[in-house]
């Protein structure tokens, strides 16, 4: 089992920035890849970024430029950095991870809400 905390969202004017976190604990040992995937109102979730062990990183083509993925394996945290925001990334931010023996698991979502 994994669990996952995420913090860090909020509101932001549209061009600011915001910076997600993700803290897993549990069986960190068997994660392969970690994500981000965001839900706006009346939209399917969609994969944002994600990273795998060895660092390889994939972005939707929307945020490309704009927002890094990360993680630190010594604090087991995943992030998120997202700069010139757009009202168009306001949605619900989960993260997620699939571990080695393909299990996925998420966590409870952070609010992100970009103002025009």
């Known amino acids: 089992q994994v669990q996952l905390v995420e913090s860090g969202g909020g509101l932001v004017q549209a061009g600011g920035s915001l910076r997600l976190s993700c803290a897993a604990s549990?069986?960190?040992?068997?994660?392969?890849?970690m994500g981000w995937y965001r839900q706006a109102p009346g939209k399917q979730r969609e994969l944002v970024a994600d990273?795998?062990?060895?660092?390889?990183?994939n972005y939707v083509q929307s945020v490309k430029g704009r927002f890094t993925i990360s993680r630190d394996n010594a604090k087991n945290t995943l992030y998120l950095q997202m700069n010139s925001l757009k009202p168009e990334d306001t949605a619900i931010y989960y993260c997620?991870?699939?571990?080695?023996?393909?299990?996925?698991?998420w966590g409870q979502g952070t609010q992100v809400t970009v103002s025009s």
């Open positions: 997620n991870v699939l571990t080695l023996s393909n299990n996925l698991y």
């Open positions: 549990g069986s960190i040992f068997s994660i392969f890849t």
């Open positions: 990273i795998t062990n060895g660092g390889s990183t």
